[in-house]
């Protein structure tokens, strides 16, 4: 054997042992973590929302504890939160229809705003005009339609607003993205792009709209 193969398995032989060594103590307490290298990575120092701390003094659990925040009593909401009351099912699709309103104003601010949360959510499906063009979108093994399409364009507020929250087919939630505040702006702007000479949707309650034909087929 050369001197460079004997060095290396010198070499690794305590490399061996001082792993066996960190690795090997007996534990007595099997959640014990065992020696810890650097706990400010696993332990931060910071106190984290909705979690109870137990106080320690002099090295011994006090047996207080520390709420860093309290969970909100129930039935309230936060003010200036609007809860939305339509689920992701076919009849809260339905109801969302005719029931969800945009809280939001129509002004040049919103509109601008949901164009610019267009441009980073939307625009690769849907494309920049809303014709389903967008390059992704391309791609999929059914393009989006276009927001124009006969039976696309006389959507309602709150159907919009429940496509965005929820997904449909294979457009995905975004609920998880955007807040409901942005996703109100999406809707204007989509309003915006159906209607770009001013927007005279019929309004959420007329007798005018009809359910889409494809939610009418999910349902059973
Ligand atoms: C991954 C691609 C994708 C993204 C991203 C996406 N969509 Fe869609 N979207 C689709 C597809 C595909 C459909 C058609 C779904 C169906 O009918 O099965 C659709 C449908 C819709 C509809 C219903 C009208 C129609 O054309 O059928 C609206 C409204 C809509 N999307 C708005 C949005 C908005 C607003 C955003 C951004 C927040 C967005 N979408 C992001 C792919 C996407």
């Known amino acids: 054997m050369n001197k460079k193969a004997t060095k290396i398995i010198t070499l690794m032989a305590v490399f061996g042992c001082v792993a066996i060594a960190f690795t090997s103590c007996d534990k007595k307490d099997a959640n014990s973590p065992g020696v810890e290298y650097m706990p400010d990575m696993y332990r931060s120092p910071s106190l ?3 979690m109870a701390y137990v106080t320690i003094k002099n090295g011994k659990e006090t047996g207080d504890t520390l709420q860093v925040n309290r969970m909100p009593v129930a039935g309230t909401i936060a003010r200036g939160f609007l ?3 339509f689920a992701d099912t076919p009849e809260g699709y339905e109801a969302a229809k005719v029931g969800a309103h945009n809280p939001l104003e129509r002004n040049d601010k919103n509109v601008a705003e949901g ?3 267009y441009g980073k959510f939307c625009i ?3 494309g920049e005009s809303g014709q389903g063009d967008g390059p992704v979108g391309l791609k999929l093994p059914g393009a989006p339609p276009a927001y124009t399409a006969a039976d696309k364009i006389n959507m309602t507020e709150g159907e919009l607003f429940q496509i965005i929250t929820y997904g449909k087919g294979l457009m995905g939630p975004h609920k998880p993205l955007v807040s409901q505040e942005e996703r109100w702006k999406l809707v204007l702007y989509v309003q915006h792009l159906q209607h770009p ?5 019929p309004a959420a309650d007329s007798a005018a709209v009809k359910p889409a034909p494809k939610m009418e ?3 059973k």
Do not use: I, M, Q, R
């Not at 000479?197 to 949707?201: E, I, K, L, M, S």
């Open 83 to 85: 809860p939305y009351a």
């Open 48 to 50: 984290e929302s909705n």
């Open 197 to 201: 000479n001013g927007v005279t949707a």
């Open 115 to 117: 164009k610019e949360l």
């Open 217 to 219: 087929a999910k349902k």
């Open 124 to 126: 690769h499906c849907h």
